[in-house]
């Protein structure tokens, strides 16, 4: 089974390349936190791609998000000298002494779900364009909310680059024509800790004004919904933001979320692992105007400052969330 392989962190072989890349690739995906969900199953994205190259790949990591909990891993991996290391980076800054070191050894580094400086990584696979999920999620929030009121913001962790980068194209959003009567109370950060998320979620809730809270991160929108699902708010105030639709499909289903957004997960990974793939081989080397294939995906085109776009994020509601199962 996938999960049990990511979770023990087993490499997967398989004959037959796939897309004319040949056998042999040593592959590693490290995420922010190997035991975050949306990271487990980004994970099993990278380990069907490689299943169809014929690589091997493994997945290690922090069991948290902090900063600099990724940096031993890196280590680790500059020892190892592998094709190529996709790494969903926790901050992109202090471990860049690491990620270019582990980059002069010849292994390809693929940003994943969070970019890194454009010198120290040969791609970014991006989820959506930044502006794209931050304009989405204001938007959504506006429809939920009838464009009145305040809401709030609960976050990852202050140093997460996707995350603050999706809060900035929320509040260009929100200076657009047709918000007026919205207010954005405060942004909080729940390091993508369940229980912290929990307690933010809690103060938020203090505010009697609050009508709305936007979690741009699956950690935090589900201890979200738990808490909101059980308590008096339920029905008052409207949670939501990124996650999975197994995780909330609970919530959708019962009233507490009426609608969330994400891209497919599994399909991140997979994109990010040919793209590791291709560059390994030679056949790319992260310029604009590239192109290469992506399995069952197609072909992908490398945009400015080496950036690949999944593409657009999906809104899931009681009419569509059943078709979905990641």
Known sequence: ?????????????????????????????????????????LGE?????????GAQARMLGPTNAQALAQEPFIQQLIAERL???????????????????LSALGTKIVAVDADLATDARDLFINQASQEGVGR??????????????????????VTASNQNAWIYWMLQELRRPGYQNMKLSKVVYGNDDPVRSRE???????NPN????????????L???????????????????????????????????????????????????????????GLITGKRGETFAAGRLGNYVVGAKGEVIL?????????NIDRFNF
């Open 311 to 319: 593409g657009a994020p999906t809104t899931f509601d009681t009419s």
């Open 210 to 221: 609050l009508r709305g809270i936007i979690c741009p991160t699956t950690v935090g929108i």
């Open 223 to 281: 201890a979200s919904a738990e808490y909101v699902a059980a308590s008096p708010f339920k029905g008052k105030v409207h949670v939501t933001g990124l996650g999975t639709p197994n995780q909330m499909r609970p919530f959708v289903k019962d009233g507490t979320v009426q609608a969330f957004q994400l891209w497919n997960p599994v399909d991140l990974g997979y994109l990010a692992a040919y793209a590791a793939a291709s560059l390994s081989k």
């Open 1 to 41: 089974m996938l999960l049990a392989a990511l979770c023990e962190g087993l490499g997967i072989r398989t004959a037959g390349a796939a897309t004319g890349l040949s056998n042999g690739l040593k592959l590693a995906y490290l995420p922010k936190q190997i035991n975050n969900p949306y990271h487990v199953i």
């Open 136 to 157: 989405a999620q204001m938007q959504l929030m506006a429809k939920l909310m009838d464009g009145q009121g305040e809401f709030a913001i609960l976050s990852a962790n």
């Open 45 to 53: 994205g990278v380990m069907e791609a490689a299943r169809e190259l």
């Open 83 to 101: 094709n190529a290391v996709i790494l969903a980076a926790n901050e992109t800054v202090a471990l860049l002494p690491k990620v270019r070191e």
């Open 200 to 206: 933010q979620c809690m103060a938020l809730l203090q």
